[in-house]
């Protein structure tokens, strides 16, 4: 399970590295295409052949390495557009199911209550991923024994699920840098899980929010926009 997770968030870092790549790549090959076009006019206002084959040739070039952006572009893209109908109720209850062994080993104890018939449009492995991540964090906020409480309900036309721990909590000088990629606290980790948790809340449409005392627990809300009754 550790290895899938760490597979996802490679797979975000890198995307989001190939984004950020591509565009500034873009720029400077937008230059080139419009240098390559002078040389080329200079080259048919001098008559001269050799100029017009090398415009067209950094012109052609260029367009070929624009496109190989513009595929990686893609690739980078997630793919939740392909939205289903999501019950966040089955998601939880599998997220859970997922980390019991590791909470067991713990001695913490997971308290569940989720309302049934929650409805969301996105992509069930993502939001698994999601509630993964927050179940872990608030494992591993813990020493040794706790609870973990976890609930879902509708608010108006949100889904709000929050995951609530008794862990040692986030202290303020912390909290404005949790979500940041890379942040970590931890001596294995890779600070990377809340990054991967907002990109995919965001990308859902939803919100993701935070409250903790240090010595006393964390609990993080997740709202996401119902899928509307057809
Ligand atoms: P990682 O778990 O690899 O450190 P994350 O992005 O998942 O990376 O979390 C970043 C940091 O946020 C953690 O290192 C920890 O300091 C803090 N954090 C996240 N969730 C909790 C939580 N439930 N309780 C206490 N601290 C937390
Ligand atoms: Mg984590």
Avoid at 65 to 89: F, G, H, Q, T, W
Avoid at 92 to 116: Q, Y
């Amino acid at each position: 399970l550790e290895a899938q997770l760490l597979q996802t968030e490679k797979h975000a870092v890198i995307g989001k590295l190939a984004a950020g790549l591509s565009h500034d790549i873009k720029n400077p090959l937008t230059a080139i295409s419009a240098y390559a076009f002078t040389v080329k006019k200079r080259g048919e206002k001098l008559k001269d052949k050799t100029l017009i084959n090398l415009g067209e040739k950094i012109e052609n070039n260029s367009r070929r390495a624009e496109d190989i952006i513009n595929k990686l572009l893609n690739y980078a893209k997630p793919s939740y557009y392909k939205e289903k109908k999501v019950d966040l109720r089955e998601v939880l209850n599998t997220s859970i199911d997922f980390s019991i062994p590791a909470s067991k080993r713990k001695n913490i104890k997971i308290n569940k209550r989720l309302e049934k018939g929650v409805f969301v449009y996105g992509d069930p492995g993502s939001l698994q991923q999601v509630f993964i991540n927050l179940i872990i964090n608030a494992a591993e906020a813990m020493n040794y024994s706790g609870n973990i409480w976890i609930s879902l309900r509708k608010n108006g036309n949100r889904a709000v699920i929050k995951i609530r721990d008794s862990g040692e909590g986030i202290p303020d000088s912390i909290k404005d840098e949790i979500f940041d990629p890379f942040f970590t606290t931890k001596e294995k980790g890779t600070g990377l899980g809340l990054s991967v948790v907002k990109r995919i809340v965001n990308d859902h449409r939803g919100e993701i929010d935070f409250e903790s005392k240090e010595g006393e627990g964390t609990e993080f809300i997740i709202k996401l926009p119902l899928a509307e009754d057809e």
